[in-house]
């Protein structure tokens, strides 16, 4: 078998997909998505392209290495999403090629479902409680919200009772036996974190997410580890098992990578193990598309250590008719009781694509960017 073609397309709301075609029929799909910038994505798959065209697509391992490598320069949110695109239509070609669901070939399934969480409050969070009752009418088990909107860097006081407040609300309409998780979105400043990190406490967070930048220094995030009984989460910015080494000496208990951001099936499988040997807990980011949970899903039903799968249904950035099913022939493979979406052994990634919905929607797409905010005096304030 043979690869003879590899497509991209941009849909909305901000997703890339890549389809990679052989001359045995057999077709994978994968999902580049970089947030922002996926007309830059979609250049460095095509450029990967000149690379995979006439190879066999079953050398996985060979072709990542060489697509992360072989360029001399390596990592980063580009080069990566390309990667991870990629190396999920691979895996996918290979479990049809198979029959058997992707997490067959990475050892089989360790468990029967997994448990998802919604998102509740958007970029900036009102009206939560309302929010929150609405994904728990739903059937979830699990929501994340945002502490706030822009913030500054060392937030007034009032700004601190917001967000406190916030997060009661939640914990109110969940009651005691079901989470909420709380995504500070690199917004706010280490000595805020600290200030912030045990008064949030009472309300049993989940896990804080992001309470400083990633690639800041480590050593003011072992801190905050070390000041708050609160789990720690962080890792969509993060792109390499080498990237996660130093937060998870830092200590932090949640890694969050990117399967469209970080290198793909094959690299995430590689951080879940690196962080079970300092006994944290693998929860993968992901507000992108169909294909990016699908993928997700795979190593989650084969990965010892998971804790929790995010999920974009009616997430904050997705308009009408712009959401996670709508590009998918049977919706029924995300339905979730109980909070879970239940294990299926449909081969490869296990979705089946409505490839003319896809067509279309590339025609008519326009890229999306990432807001930018600004703080009352003008300067840049972090999303």
Same mark, same amino acid.
């Given at each position: 078998?043979?690869?003879? &073609?590899?497509?991209?397309? &941009?849909?909305?709301?901000? *997703?890339?997909?890549?389809?990679?075609?052989?001359?045995?029929?057999?077709?994978?799909?994968?999902?580049?998505?970089?947030?922002?910038?996926?007309?830059?994505?979609?250049?460095?798959?095509?450029?990967?392209?000149?690379?995979?065209?006439?190879?066999?697509?079953?050398?996985?391992?060979? /072709?990542?290495?060489?697509?992360?490598?072989?360029?001399?320069?390596?990592?980063?949110?580009?080069?990566?999403?390309?990667?991870?695109?990629?190396?999920?239509? @691979?895996?996918?070609?290979?479990?049809?090629? /198979?029959?058997?669901?992707?997490?067959?070939?990475?050892?089989?399934?360790?468990?029967?479902?997994?448990?998802?969480?919604?998102?509740?409050?958007?970029?900036?969070?009102?009206? %939560?409680?309302?929010?929150?009752?609405?994904?728990? #009418?739903?059937?979830?088990? =699990?929501?994340?919200? $945002?502490?706030?909107?822009?913030?500054?860097?060392?937030?007034?006081?009032?700004?601190?009772?917001?967000?406190?407040?916030?997060?009661? =609300?939640?914990? #109110?309409?969940?009651?005691?036996?079901?989470?909420?998780?709380?995504?500070?979105?690199?917004?706010?400043?280490?000595?805020?974190?600290?200030?912030?990190?045990?008064?949030?406490?009472?309300?049993?967070?989940?896990?804080?997410?992001?309470?400083?930048?990633? +690639? $800041? $220094?480590?050593?003011?995030?072992?801190?905050?580890?070390?000041?708050?009984?609160?789990?720690?989460?962080?890792? #969509?910015?993060?792109?390499?098992?080498?990237?996660?080494?130093?937060?998870?000496?830092?200590?932090?208990?949640?890694?969050?990578?990117?399967?469209?951001?970080? +290198?793909?099936?094959?690299?995430?499988?590689?951080?879940?193990? @690196?962080?079970?040997?300092?006994?944290?807990?693998?929860?993968?980011?992901?507000?992108?598309?169909?294909?990016?949970?699908? =993928?997700?899903? &795979?190593?989650?039903?084969?990965?010892?250590?998971?804790?929790?799968?995010?999920?974009?249904?009616?997430? /904050?950035? $997705?308009?009408?008719? #712009?959401?996670?099913?709508?590009? @998918?022939?049977?919706?029924?493979?995300?339905?979730?009781?109980?909070? /879970?979406?239940?294990?299926?052994? =449909?081969? +490869?990634?296990? %979705?089946?694509?409505?490839?003319?919905?896809?067509?279309?929607?590339?025609?008519?797409?326009?890229? *999306?960017?990432?807001?930018?905010?600004?703080?009352?005096?003008?300067?840049?304030?972090?999303?």
């Amino acid at each position: 078998m043979k690869i003879i &073609q590899i497509e991209t397309f &941009q849909v909305a709301p901000r *997703w890339l997909f890549v389809k990679v075609d052989t001359d045995e029929g057999v077709t994978g799909w994968g999902e580049a998505s970089l947030e922002g910038h996926g007309d830059v994505v979609r250049q460095a798959v095509a450029a990967q392209a000149d690379y995979l065209i006439g190879q066999d697509p079953g050398r996985i391992e060979d /072709h990542w290495q060489t697509m992360a490598k072989g360029g001399f320069y390596r990592g980063g949110p580009v080069l990566s999403s390309a990667l991870a695109g990629l190396d999920q239509a @691979l895996w996918d070609i290979a479990g049809k090629t /198979h029959g058997v669901p992707v997490y067959q070939l990475l050892g089989g399934p360790v468990r029967d479902r997994v448990r998802v969480y919604g998102w509740v409050g958007g970029d900036d969070p009102h009206q %939560v409680g309302e929010a929150v009752a609405a994904q728990v #009418e739903a059937g979830l088990t =699990a929501v994340k919200m $945002n502490a706030s909107g822009v913030v500054g860097h060392l937030p007034p006081q009032a700004q601190t009772a917001a967000i406190l407040e916030r997060a009661a =609300a939640a914990r #109110e309409v969940l009651g005691p036996d079901r989470d909420v998780a709380i995504d500070f979105h690199g917004r706010i400043s280490a000595p805020a974190a600290r200030r912030l990190l045990p008064l949030l406490e009472p309300f049993h967070p989940l896990f804080v997410e992001e309470p400083v930048l990633p +690639g $800041n $220094n480590h050593a003011a995030l072992a801190r905050l580890v070390a000041g708050s009984s609160t789990p720690i989460a962080t890792g #969509e910015r993060l792109y390499s098992r080498w990237d996660f080494l130093p937060v998870l000496q830092a200590g932090v208990a949640v890694v969050q990578p990117d399967l469209s951001h970080a +290198g793909g099936i094959s690299e995430v499988r590689r951080i879940a193990a @690196l962080a079970e040997t300092f006994d944290a807990a693998l929860a993968p980011h992901c507000p992108l598309g169909p294909l990016a949970l699908a =993928a997700c899903l &795979q190593v989650d039903f084969a990965t010892p250590n998971l804790l929790i799968q995010e999920q974009s249904l009616g997430i /904050h950035y $997705n308009e009408p008719g #712009e959401d996670l099913l709508d590009y @998918l022939l049977d919706t029924s493979v995300f339905d979730f009781r109980d909070g /879970h979406i239940h294990r299926r052994d =449909a081969p +490869g990634l296990g %979705v089946a694509i409505d490839e003319a919905a896809v067509r279309r929607a590339d025609a008519a797409s326009t890229p *999306w960017r990432t807001p930018v905010w600004r703080h009352d005096d003008g300067a840049f304030a972090e999303w």
